[in-house]
C-alpha cells in the first residue's frame, strides 16, 4: 500500500505494519502488540504520538 497523508503520522513511521483485506488495508502499529499505551489499530490520521519512529531513519 502507498503510504498517503490520510494516514498522518503512520504513514511515515517504522512501527506500521499495512494490513490488506479483500475490502480495505488497515494500519497495524506493532508498538500496540506489547505496550496498551498504543492502540493495535490506531485512529487515523494520527496526529501526535509519543512512539513515532521516522521510517528509514538509522
Ligand atoms: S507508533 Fe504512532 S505513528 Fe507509529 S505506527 Fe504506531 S500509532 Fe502510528
Not at 503510504?3 to 498522518?8: D, I, L, P, Q, Y
Not at 499505551?37 to 494520527?46: C, D, E, H, S, T
Amino acid at each position: 500500500m502507498t503510504a498517503t497523508v490520510s494516514m498522518g503520522l503512520c504513514a511515515r513511521c517504522a512501527h506500521r505494519r499495512d494490513v490488506p483485506t479483500r475490502r480495505a488495508v488497515f494500519v497495524m502499529c506493532r508498538l500496540g502488540l506489547d505496550d496498551p499505551a498504543f492502540p493495535r489499530y490506531p485512529r487515523l490520521p494520527v496526529t501526535a504520538c509519543a512512539g513515532f519512529a521516522p521510517e528509514g531513519a538509522p
